[in-house]
């Protein structure tokens, strides 16, 4: 078998398929992107254990917006020991209105929750604290595994029926994407590359967006170019009181 080529053809396929059927939601999401930029409001990303990782990608990033700020917790994220914490932690109930109540999180602010599942309770509880105190939610997700699974909310919701905005990655259930012969699970899940992608796309409407309506941007350029730092630290300069993880 040529599991190379079986996964860069599901991993395509589906971000095809996600790039097909998810433009005017991520129009959409760029569209609050600019509005909170051009309204001088706050923007953050959150997601639990490997959810994490496209959210991470959005930050302090090279061709990125420097006023995205990633939401981070204790026993939340992969640097802690036994991993397994990230997944019990994940479940807690109410620890997710504690997280955003510890952010400068307020109204006419915008969040991007990552959750593949959409069922557990923190990043659900994310969304909902966040709705409470007057920000836009925008959801990235996996539609077809989250309507095919349980909620382990008390409330019995869903992340993507909280969302203002929701972007499906268009994975399959259980994430993971091509059969091994002789293996019974399959293998090679597609949601961090195919949810990155989705992300940048995002922002780089957001960015457009914001220089046609006559803003100038919060675009990082890399420190490894000539010029880079005396750029990044005008960036800082013009934005700084919109990020908070400097």
Same mark, same amino acid.
């Given at each position: 078998?040529n599991?190379i080529a079986?996964?860069s053809g599901a991993l395509l396929?589906t971000?095809?398929r996600a790039?097909d059927t998810?433009?005017?939601? #991520?129009?959409?999401?760029a569209?609050?992107?600019?509005?909170a930029t051009?309204?001088?409001?706050?923007i953050f990303?959150?997601?639990?254990?490997?959810?994490i990782?496209p959210?991470l990608?959005?930050?302090?990033?090279?061709?990125?917006?420097?006023?995205?700020?990633?939401v981070?917790?204790?026993?939340?994220?992969?640097d802690?020991d036994?991993?397994?914490?990230?997944?019990a932690m994940?479940?807690?109930?109410?620890?997710?209105? +504690?997280i955003v109540?510890?952010?400068? #999180?307020g109204a006419?602010?915008?969040i *991007?929750?990552?959750?593949?599942?959409?069922?557990?309770s /923190?990043? *659900?509880? /994310?969304?909902?604290?966040?709705?409470?105190?007057g920000?836009? /939610?925008?959801v990235?997700?996996?539609l077809?595994m989250?309507r095919?699974?349980?909620?382990r909310?008390?409330?019995?919701?869903?992340?993507?029926?909280?969302?203002?905005?929701? *972007?499906d990655n268009?994975?399959?259930?259980?994430?993971?994407a091509?059969d091994?012969p002789?293996?019974?699970?399959?293998?090679?899940?597609?949601?961090?590359?195919?949810?990155?992608a989705?992300m940048n796309?995002?922002?780089?409407q957001?960015?457009?967006?914001?220089?046609d309506?006559g803003?100038?941007?919060? +675009?990082?350029?890399?420190?490894? /170019?000539?010029?880079?730092?005396?750029?990044?630290?005008?960036i800082?300069?013009?934005?700084?009181?919109? *990020?908070?993880?400097?």
């Amino acid at each position: 078998m040529n599991a190379i080529a079986a996964y860069s053809g599901a991993l395509l396929e589906t971000l095809n398929r996600a790039f097909d059927t998810q433009a005017d939601a #991520l129009r959409e999401g760029a569209r609050l992107l600019k509005e909170a930029t051009l309204g001088g409001r706050n923007i953050f990303a959150f997601g639990c254990s490997h959810a994490i990782l496209p959210m991470l990608e959005m930050y302090y990033r090279t061709g990125g917006m420097a006023t995205i700020n990633p939401v981070r917790a204790p026993g939340l994220c992969l640097d802690v020991d036994p991993a397994t914490m990230t997944s019990a932690m994940e479940r807690m109930r109410d620890y997710g209105r +504690v997280i955003v109540d510890g952010q400068p #999180l307020g109204a006419g602010d915008v969040i *991007i929750v990552h959750s593949v599942s959409g069922r557990n309770s /923190v990043s *659900i509880d /994310v969304a909902l604290r966040a709705k409470e105190k007057g920000a836009k /939610v925008i959801v990235l997700t996996n539609l077809a595994m989250s309507r095919a699974v349980t909620s382990r909310h008390p409330d019995g919701v869903k992340l993507y029926e909280v969302g203002d905005v929701v *972007i499906d990655n268009c994975g399959c259930l259980g994430d993971a994407a091509i059969d091994v012969p002789g293996v019974p699970e399959k293998v090679a899940p597609t949601s961090t590359a195919v949810g990155a992608a989705l992300m940048n796309a995002m922002m780089a409407q957001a960015v457009a967006d914001i220089v046609d309506a006559g803003g100038v941007p919060p +675009v990082f350029v890399s420190a490894n /170019v000539d010029g880079g730092d005396e750029h990044n630290r005008e960036i800082l300069k013009r934005y700084g009181s919109h *990020i908070f993880y400097m």
